[in-house]
Every structure is written in structure tokens, then in C-alpha cells.
């Protein structure tokens, strides 16, 4: 199986979490995002527990909040001593309804507006990650307004081509999210970043990319030399000791067999290895090292369910297998293509098979699952699922032809709750005048 929390019972139904898909979706209705929450738990206690032991004192990972943003997920971060990312004044709102403790976020975003700086000063955010110089300006003046002396730290760009799809590509130079290090603009960031009485620049963070297998170690190798070596040169030229380097996200996740199954901890203990040795060679210390982590800790912990309904088979052509969700809940296909697992989960295993396109419900052609799968003998009303929606899904959900957002349901080891109930039509009108 993709993950070793998907089994088939003796039903030959699809199981996650050690639960039969098909009661799920018969007691809670269908569309239906699932996600195993120890699983998650699991995926933060591995990151912090490898970072400590391989990267050093203080070094800890932070989850990018934009991958899966409920309150029960900043709950769960919480209880983890999780940080987080998070990127607009509505992300900042669910994490403080969540009592997650403030000082532990950090903001990012390339086009954080007036309101949204004041409001995250006010929250009490822990770190700003500045991502331009326009930014860096206005912070200044509304954290003096505030009478606050604000942390930040100040994204660059390395310069580095993960080589993944260009929509998830950001550490290149042409990027629209921070300064090139390149073009010396970085430099230039650092010196005005001193020069404000309000601004406390603490470190440095860049972020390359998702989705980055990084086989061979180039990727994070590269641009952990790239950083460490702007450190030294921006700590001896202001005379200072930042020691904190935030290296971003972008494991990648296993959607389908094709991709490889990365040992994080590996990872990290040979990037801990280099980083340590690479500061040897640059007579530094080595910095406290902050990651990134989003889709790595919650993709694979959750799954969507949908029922069956439209069977149409084109002879000659091909055949759709239509589901009552899509673009709506998953607009990942639709966006960059992305490849998915399905089953049908009412009927694991078979040698009846149909080759389809699983396909959405919306009035546009390219709300498509997952194009060319083959489920098992599919039928109207049979439950579909899709794996590893844990990651981009909800958080990217619409509510395009007013298709309400399906709930959120959380299993855990003892029991299940709903986390995010099902929108409702009331819910649809709720901002209609
Ligand atoms: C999206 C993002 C992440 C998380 O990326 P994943 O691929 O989900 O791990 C981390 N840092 C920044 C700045 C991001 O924009």
C-alpha cells in the first residue's frame, strides 16, 4: 500500500487508520476529508527529536500552517511544542482561537498588507519572516506607532532550481517571494534591517521549494552553503552573531508507488552532518537550524472520501467515473497536475477493472481527480478513495457552484471527531446580503 495506514479488511473494504472507509462514509456522509491524527503526532515527534539530536541545541522544526489550517490542527500543534508559519491575518485568527501560544509563529507572506502587520503585532507573533524591502519599511513604522521592537527574520532567495514543477519553485532568483542573494539586494536587506529602530533581526530564511525528493542531497546541501556562507559574510561585515537559519519546507510525499519513500531522519542527519562540517570549513559556529515542514507531516495522515455517482462509458473514447466532489475540495490536479492513488473502497481487490477518468462534479471540464486510474469495477453509490489529501486540500477547498466544504474528521487512537463540520446551504448564504 502507499502508506502503511491503508489495509483492506476481510469485507475487501478499504480501511485507514484501522477503520472501514465505508462505515465512515455511511455515518458521517460523503464528500469527507479524513485525517489520522496520531500519524500527525508521530510526523512531529520524528522532526523534533531528529533535529535536536542531528542539527543541535534549539534546532526544531515549524509547521507550514498553509497545508492544513483548522483549529484543531494548531490544537494538535500545540500540544506537539510545535512552531508554526502562517501567512495572512485569517491563519493568525484560527491559530489564537486555538490558544496556540503566539510567540511560537512565525508570519510570512510576500504581501502582507497594512492591516495584516498591525493585527499580527497585536496577536503578539513571535517573528515576522520579511520578504521585502517595501515590507521591512512599513513594519518599522507601524511596530514604532505600537511602541514594539519587532523579531524578524529576513527571507532570501539562494538562487537554487529544485527542479519540480515551476508553481511550487520559489528560491530562484526571478521568484516573487524574498531578496537575491545574487544581485547583492540581500546584502543591501540585512543593512537596512539594522538600520531600524523597531526591527530586531534575529537570522535568515529561504525556502526553495515543495515536493523536493533531493535523492542525491544537492538541493539542501547547495543552499545550505549558499546561506551559511551569507551569514558569515553578513555577520563579520555588521560585526554580529545572528546564529538562526530557517532552510523552509518541501520534503516530498509519496502520491503514488513511482515516488521514492524518503527517510526523513536520514535526511536530516546527513544535512545536520554537512551543515556542521560546512561551518567547520568556514570557521563559524554552527546556527540554530529551523525547517519548514508542511505537506510531510500531513499529507500521507489524511485521505477523501467520495460516493459514485454518473457512470459514462464512451465506447472507443474513454470512460468517466463521476464523484460528489472535485476542484471544489481538491483543486490540486487542476493546478499543476498533481498525481493521486485512488481505490474504490467498497471493493478493494478484483480483477473486474475499469479504466476512467475519476472526475468531479463542476461545471468545468478540468475538474479532474485523477486522470487514466483503474478502479474496480465501480458502481453507483460505491465509495472512492483518494489518498494522501492531507496536504493543500482543505486549505485549498472553494466553494466554486456553491458546492459546500465537506467536513473534517479526525481519528484517533480511541475514538473519532469531527474537526471541521460540513458546510451547510445556510453556510453558503452566510455573507449574502
Ligand atoms: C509552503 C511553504 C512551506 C511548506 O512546504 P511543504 O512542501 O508543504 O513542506 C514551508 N515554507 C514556506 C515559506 C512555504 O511557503
Known amino acids: 500500500m502507499i502508506c502503511p495506514n491503508i489495509t483492506v479488511n476481510e469485507k475487501n473494504h478499504l480501511c485507514f487508520a484501522g477503520r472501514d472507509t465505508t462505515q465512515l462514509a455511511e455515518k458521517y456522509s460523503t464528500p469527507l476529508y479524513l485525517y489520522d491524527e496520531q500519524l500527525i503526532r508521530q510526523k512531529c515527534r520524528m522532526y523534533k527529536k531528529a533535529m535536536a539530536e542531528y542539527m543541535g541545541a534549539g534546532s526544531r522544526p515549524v509547521y507550514a500552517g498553509k497545508a492544513a489550517c483548522f483549529k484543531h490542527m494548531y490544537e494538535i500543534m500545540g500540544q506537539e511544542d510545535m512552531c508554526v508559519d502562517l501567512v495572512s491575518s485569517g491563519e493568525i485568527y484560527t491559530a489564537m482561537k486555538a490558544g496556540f501560544p503566539m510567540e511560537r509563529a512565525f508570519f510570512h507572506g510576500n504581501n502582507k498588507t497594512d492591516g495584516d502587520i498591525a493585527y499580527a503585532i497585536d496577536c503578539g507573533v513571535g517573528h515576522f519572516v520579511v520578504d521585502s524591502f517595501d515590507e521591512l519599511y512599513a513594519l518599522d513604522a507601524i511596530a514604532k506607532e505600537k511602541g514594539v521592537v519587532q523579531k524578524v527574520l529576513l527571507r532570501v532567495t539562494p538562487g537554487i532550481d529544485p527542479h519540480t514543477y515551476e ?171 498533481s498525481k493521486y492513488t485512488v481505490f474504490n473502497a467498497s471493493r478493494v481487490e478484483s480483477e473486474d477493472k475499469l479504466r476512467c477518468d475519476l472526475v468531479g462534479r463542476c461545471c468545468e471540464s478540468d475538474d479532474v481527480i485523477q486522470p487514466d486510474v483503474s478502479l474496480t469495477a465501480p458502481g453507483r453509490g460505491d465509495v472512492v478513495a483518494v489518498c494522501t489529501t492531507g496536504a493543500y486540500n482543505y486549505s485549498m477547498s472553494s466553494n466554486y457552484n456553491r458546492v459546500g466544504r465537506p467536513a473534517v474528521l479526525m481519528l484517533t487512537e480511541t475514538g473519532e471527531h469531527i474537526a471541521v463540520r460540513r458546510e451547510t446551504l445556510e453556510d453558503i448564504l452566510s455573507c449574502d446580503m
Not at 179 to 195: M, N
Not at 220 to 241: P, Q, R, V, W
Open 167 to 337: 508553481a511550487v519553485n520559489t528560491g530562484k532568483v526571478d521568484s516573487k517571494f524574498g531578496v537575491a542573494i545574487e544581485t547583492g539586494q540581500a546584502a543591501e536587506f540585512c543593512k537596512a534591517a539594522l538600520e531600524l529602530s523597531n526591527i530586531s533581526l534575529q537570522g535568515w530564511h529561504c525556502h526553495v521549494g515543495s515536493q523536493v525528493f533531493d535523492e542525491d542531497h544537492s538541493v539542501y546541501h547547495d543552499t545550505a552553503e549558499i546561506m551559511l556562507s551569507f551569514m558569515k559574510e553578513m555577520n563579520e561585515k555588521h560585526g554580529l552573531s545572528l546564529n538562526v537559519l530557517n532552510i523552509g519546507g518541501g520534503y516530498g510525499v509519496r502520491y503514488v508507488n513511482s515516488d521514492p519513500a524518503i527517510d526523513i531522519p536520514q535526511n536530516i542527519k546527513t544535512l545536520g552532518d554537512f551543515i556542521k562540517e560546512y561551518c567547520e570549513k568556514l570557521a563559524m559556529p554552527a546556527p540554530i537550524i529551523l525547517m519548514e515542514p508542511g505537506r510531510s507531516i500531513v499529507a500521507d495522515a489524511g485521505m477523501t472520501l467520495y460516493t459514485v455517482g454518473t457512470i459514462k462509458k464512451i465506447p472507443g473514447y474513454k470512460n468517466y467515473v463521476s464523484i460528489d466532489g472535485g476542484m471544489t475540495d481538491n483543486p490540486r490536479y487542476a493546478l499543476y497536475g
